[in-house]
């Protein structure tokens, strides 16, 4: 799977930033999306994820209320819609994506996932 993640940039705190995770090379309905983020100096954190066959999505506490993540089956992207951004989500945004389908508890596990994009770079900063 080929993942290429779009859509970041800068932002003022408050405001709004929708990426998107363009996925090729496997039936897009058979991947497992999910969406991590490493500011600098820290460790790669999950932010969300919403397995194949799924409506349910997952999500960090710090980003419940403010992000959501959705799938396009038609044009086989995942995106994350953030909301009311802030300082604290200054990070480089990486999409990830699994074949098989992964149980609950390893859904937040950077280790879960077997593909990744390239990253991009959100900044929030007045």
């Known amino acids: 799977v080929q993942l290429q993640a779009s859509g970041g940039g800068l932002v003022q705190p408050g405001g709004s930033l929708r990426l998107s995770c363009s996925a090729s090379?496997?039936?897009?309905?058979?991947?497992?999306m999910a969406w991590f983020r490493q500011a600098p100096g820290k460790e790669r954190m999950f932010v969300a994820a919403?397995?194949?066959?799924?409506?349910?999505?997952y999500l960090a506490d710090s980003v419940k209320g403010r992000f959501t993540i959705s799938r396009d089956m038609a044009q086989n992207m995942a995106h994350l819609q953030m909301n009311n951004l802030k300082l604290e989500d200054t990070a480089v945004y990486y999409c990830?994506?699994?074949?098989?389908?992964?149980?609950?508890?390893?859904?937040?596990?950077?280790?879960?996932?077997?593909?990744w994009g390239q990253g991009t770079q959100v900044t929030v900063s007045s």
């Open positions: 990830a994506a699994k074949t098989n389908r992964p149980i609950t508890s390893a859904l937040r596990s950077a280790d879960t996932y077997d593909y």
């Open positions: 919403i397995r194949r066959g799924d409506t349910y999505t």
């Open positions: 090379g496997r039936d897009f309905s058979l991947v497992n």
